[in-house]
């Protein structure tokens, strides 16, 4: 814990990776396969890229990466052995495609909430129109 205080003490960010590592694996009852490297697990890892001004300089880059990084500073996302994200990219899905679907389908969703609610349909237009 970073404060004696019981009012003010949080865990440490080295709790919060432990937490969230063999933690959650402890919590779904899969401790013995997942949740740390080891000999005989399945290994999920992830590397950051630490070379911009808001990873590094550090004394300390786990609290770094907890405090400062984002989804676009990791590097490479292994699980079971398979590379998702190489080397900032991803490996499995066509991103392109994907966001392309995931709009047709966010206009279709908002398109028949409009079709049921034409009153809100005007206040968004009238808002909208810049």
């Not at 919060?16 to 997942?34: N, Q, V």
């Not at 994907?98 to 009238?126: G, M, P, R, V, Y």
Request: aromatic share 8%.
């Amino acid at each position: 814990m970073i404060n004696d205080s019981r009012r003010t003490a949080r865990p440490s960010f080295y709790d919060m990776l432990e937490l969230a590592t063999i933690g959650g694996a402890k919590a779904l009852g899969m401790d013995k396969e997942i949740g740390s490297l080891e000999i005989g697990k399945k290994a999920d890892i992830i590397t950051f890229d630490r070379m911009n001004p808001y990873m590094t300089p550090t004394r300390d880059p786990v609290t770094s990466v907890f405090l400062y990084a984002t989804p676009a500073d990791i590097d490479n996302v292994i699980c079971d052995g398979l590379f998702l994200k190489k080397d900032k990219n991803l490996t499995t899905i066509d991103i392109k495609d994907a966001l392309i679907k995931a709009q047709k389908t966010c206009d279709q969703i908002i398109d028949k909430f409009f079709d049921e609610h034409s009153d809100q349909k005007k206040i968004w237009e009238q808002k909208s129109k810049h």
